[in-house]
């Protein structure tokens, strides 16, 4: 119990928020094991705010940090990047980083983790929206006219996310057999 209330307070609860641990510290540890995935299309497009764990966000940070710069990526650097931005704690030092490459079944899938991560991060996005909407709804001393238009708004970006991952998943395959090493 105490190893979970310990773990708990590192993380979000993954429970009630739509989140893939899994996927994301699978998607850490494919980049550690294989850094020119992180050219991939799909891959390319995961931002640091669409990892649940803010630890993980920092990690992908550096990874974009790195690439950016030239620099090789590996558990080394990664370590000394975050390190300067002391965030090396927090993330759970350099064992953490060399656990992310035990964590991944292969990392020539990827592709399919990130496309997970982002999807994960709109459904987040779109309960965000639908919290703010039932916030609207319940503002009875505002006039129904000033809550409609934001409520269509909302619902509007909500279904622009949602077309795009539908495009990234017809690409993410052809991106994986791309990567996938030949026999």
């Known amino acids: 119990w105490r190893k979970y209330m310990e773990r708990a307070t590192d993380t979000t609860d993954y429970l009630s928020t739509p989140a893939s641990k899994d996927s994301e510290e699978s998607l850490l540890g494919s980049i550690l094991m294989e850094p020119t995935l992180l050219a991939a ?13 803010r630890k993980y966000g ?12 030239g620099t090789a990526i590996d ?16 993330v ?4 953490e980083l060399i656990r992310l490459t035990t964590v991944v079944p292969t990392p020539y899938h990827a592709p399919d983790y ?10 987040r996005l779109m309960k965000r929206y639908a919290q703010r909407l039932s916030v609207r709804a ?9 809550s409609i238009l934001p409520a269509i708004e ?9 077309k795009p991952l539908s495009l990234q998943r017809f690409r993410v395959y052809s991106a994986a057999d791309a990567l996938a090493p030949r026999e």
């Open 154 to 162: 909302a619902l509007q970006k909500t279904r622009a996310l949602v």
């Open 41 to 53: 299309e799909v891959i390319s497009r995961v931002e640091p705010k669409d990892f649940q764990t």
């Open 75 to 90: 558990q080394l650097t990664v370590q000394e990047y975050l390190e300067r931005q002391s965030h090396l704690e927090e």
């Open 114 to 123: 990130a496309s997970t991560v982002i999807e994960m991060a709109e459904r």
């Open 58 to 69: 920092w990690v992908w940070e550096a990874f974009l940090a790195l690439q950016s710069n």
């Open 138 to 146: 319940d503002e009875l001393d505002r006039p129904l006219d000033e």
């Open 92 to 95: 759970g030092g350099f064992s």
